[in-house]
């Protein structure tokens, strides 16, 4: 019988056991690449396992120049002269169509048009139009694709910074970061998934907090690890005097033994995660001093990021930091830049953001792409909705302000699989509704988790008896954004 079902399947028992080896050491390397591949499934999902993408990816990472407070779309990227014709006319009620508005202005009995104090030209191939105050984006518009089109649920601040960065304006939901990691996870066992870097500006700023930033019901490991722009670029990773290295491995031993001991009494997840953070935590002080020392960048750097990139805590030494850590295997890197909300003093304030901001950003991308990193990592910019096309209050050409506008508002992404040198949405001649291809909020994150190889309804996690995702219960993938 042996022999018949040996010669049927032309194979013996050495040919079986040689195949059947290499199939073991198959498995136990996937096991070691990535840990979660033979964890168990639930019955009610068929997502894959935690680690790998749905589908191959253009973007193996992201970083998102978050600029919070709501940066005018009109002194930056939304060229309308019309404004500058109708200067001083109300707004017509046709085209407001009694949006609800913020208490700031809701109670104005003139909505007066006010167009920008700034000049715009047209740029590189695609001919977009950049406002004067943004001269090194403008010489990288064949990298990006501009997003003309954003809006947002939200009027308000907090309420809209918090539904742009956990899909949800209530607070204890995850964030976009935390999510990719949860579903990617690190490509450097030495350095956390997801990192924040924060800076400000000389304008108007809006608080961020650690919500933005948070792993909601999500494992601690996935919360985003804020870098300081102090002498300790991670709070409380050094050890302490009289502490050496030697002695910190062994009370993190003796430590884990007691976590695991709580943890065979209470089945509590927390536990494993505290245990792996303080395991991640004495990796990381290797890896970060080295990571963050930005002096030993060479000179041709510096000048393309500018002198402050040597200033820790700017918008420009964060920036070179985001590409030091995107490219030593950090999933989502996330820069806040504050000081963007112009209610007042448009004239004044916006030039010293811009400026903050403008030639580090466009460094970049370019240090980047040289590097031969930009394909395959998407940047982000933008903020949390835009501004009205009207003034807040008394205009003149010298001084007005603008108040808060959801409908419509611009944000660009470059590399990472988009669409380079493009324009994407179209709004009406005031530019205040949009008239062709909207992107939402859930839009927005459906595609980004598509670039990054995931399934944006898939990527699921259940939590008191729900089904949770960053895109909720809603959200398409934009085609039209995608190379």
Same mark, same amino acid.
């Given at each position: ?57 253009? *973007? ?21 002269? @019309? ?8 707004? %017509? ?9 913020? &208490? ?7 909505? /007066? ?31 990006? +694709? ?13 309420? $809209? ?30 350095? /956390? ?39 300790? /670029? ?27 001991? !709580? ?5 509590? %997840? ?16 290797? $890896? ?20 402050? +990139? ?6 420009? *030494?964060? +920036? ?27 004239? &004044?304030?916006? %030039? ?10 466009? !460094? ?45 508002? +611009?944000?660009? @992404? ?5 669409? %380079? ?52 219960? $809603? ?9």
């Amino acid at each position: 019988m042996n022999e018949f079902i040996e010669n049927r399947l032309n194979v013996n028992r050495r040919h079986f056991l040689g195949k059947a080896a290499a199939g073991i050491g198959s498995l136990a390397l996937g096991s070691l690449l990535v840990p979660d591949l033979f964890r168990g499934g639930d019955e009610e999902s068929d997502a894959l396992p935690l680690g790998i993408s749905h589908f191959a990816p253009k *973007a193996k990472r992201v970083i998102y120049l978050f600029q919070n407070g709501a940066p005018s779309q009109y002194e930056s990227f939304e060229y309308k002269p @019309m404004l500058n014709k109708l200067a001083g006319q109300d707004l %017509p009620d046709s085209i407001r169509k009694g949006q609800r508005l913020t &208490g700031m202005t809701a109670n104005q009995a003139k909505f /007066p048009l006010v167009g920008s104090h700034f000049q715009f030209k047209q740029y590189g191939q695609s001919g977009m139009w950049i406002s004067e105050l943004f001269p090194n984006i403008a010489n990288i518009v064949d990298d990006i +694709c501009m997003i003309k089109t954003m809006n947002t649920e939200a009027i308000n601040h907090d309420p $809209a910074l918090t539904f742009l960065q956990t899909g949800a304006q209530q607070g204890n939901r995850p964030s976009m970061g935390a999510w990719v990691s949860y579903g990617l996870g690190s490509d450097n066992k030495n350095l /956390p998934a997801f990192s924040v870097l924060l800076s400000r500006g000389k304008g108007n700023g809006q608080g961020v907090y650690s919500k933005l930033w948070t792993n909601g019901f999500l494992d601690s490991t996935h919360q985003g690890v804020v870098f300081s722009s102090g002498e300790e /670029p991670i709070l409380y990773l050094n050890n302490p005097e009289g502490t050496d290295r030697t002695s910190r491995r062994k009370m993190l031993d003796n430590l884990a033994e007691l976590n695991n001991m !709580a943890y065979d009494d209470f089945g509590d %997840p927390e536990i494993k995660a505290k245990v792996q953070q303080y395991e991640m935590a004495y990796r990381m002080q290797t $890896a970060v001093p080295e990571l963050t020392d930005l002096s030993k960048e060479p000179d041709h750097i510096i000048k393309m990021y500018g002198p402050e +990139c040597l200033v820790p805590g700017t918008f420009a *030494a964060n +920036c070179l930091l985001a590409r030091k850590l995107s490219e030593a295997g950090v999933r989502f890197v996330q820069l806040y830049h504050q000081g963007w909300d112009q209610h007042g003093n448009m004239v &004044g304030e916006m %030039p010293l953001q811009a400026r903050d901001t403008d030639r580090a950003s466009a !460094a970049l991308i370019t240090d980047l792409k040289q590097r031969g990193l930009l394909d395959e990592t998407l940047v982000i910019w933008g903020g949390e909705f835009g501004r009205t096309n009207y003034s807040q209050g008394t205009a003149t050409k010298d001084n007005y302000g603008r108040d808060h506008h959801p409908r419509a508002y +611009c944000t660009w @992404m470059a590399g990472g699989g988009v669409k %380079p040198g493009t324009v994407y949405g179209e709004t009406d001649e005031f530019g205040y509704n949009v008239v062709r291809d909207p992107v939402n909020i859930h839009d927005f994150h459906a595609t980004v988790m598509h670039l990054m190889g995931l399934n944006h309804e898939k990527l699921t996690y259940k939590h008191l008896g729900r089904r949770y995702r960053l895109t909720d219960v $809603a959200g398409k993938v934009l085609p039209g954004l995608m190379a």
